[in-house]
Nanobody, 126 residues
Framework: VQLQAFGGGLVQAGGSLRLSCTTS????????MAWFRQAPGKEREFVAG????????YYADSVKGRFTMSRDKAKITVYLEMNSLKPEDTAVYYC????????????????????WGQGTQVTVSS
C-alpha cells in the first residue's frame, strides 16, 4: 500500500489550502483514513479521520469548523480542505491508513496506522 500526499504550500493567515492523498495497492474497504500533522519540535498529532465503515468524519478540536475531510467516490483519494488557516496550523501534514477496520476511540492514535504518506508542508504566515 502506498500513499502520496500533496497540495501543501505557503499561505497567509485566513487563507485556504486543499490537501490530497492518493492511495494505491490493496486495502480493506473498511480501512480508515486519517490526516495527522507534525510541527517542528512537537509530536505528531491527529487532525481528521474517516471511519469508512460509517462514512463519518472526526476532527481534532483545534480544526473543527475550519477543516473538512472527504473522499472521492472511487475511494482512491482523500482530501483535507483547510479554511481560515492560522499560523499554528503550520506543520508537515501526513495521510495514513491501515489494513483493517479500527474502533472509533483509536482513530486518532498514530500508532494504529500501518501506512503513511511522505508528508506535505503547510506554512501559514501571519
Amino acid at each position: 500500500v502506498q500513499l502520496q500526499a500533496f497540495g501543501g504550500g505557503l499561505v497567509q493567515a485566513g487563507g485556504s489550502l486543499r490537501l490530497s492523498c492518493t492511495t494505491s495497492g490493496h486495502t480493506s474497504s473498511s480501512a480508515p483514513m486519517a490526516w495527522f500533522r507534525q510541527a517542528p519540535g512537537k509530536e505528531r498529532e491527529f487532525v481528521a479521520g474517516l471511519d469508512t465503515w460509517s462514512s463519518r468524519t472526526y476532527y481534532a478540536d483545534s480544526v473543527k469548523g475550519r477543516f473538512t475531510m472527504s473522499r472521492d467516490k472511487a475511494k482512491i483519494t482523500v482530501y483535507l480542505e483547510m479554511n481560515s488557516l492560522k499560523p499554528e496550523d503550520t506543520a508537515v501534514y501526513y495521510c495514513a491508513t491501515r489494513n483493517r477496520r479500527i474502533v472509533i476511540s483509536a482513530l486518532s492514535q498514530a500508532g494504529q496506522y500501518e501506512y503513511w504518506g511522505q508528508g506535505t508542508q503547510v506554512t501559514v504566515s501571519s
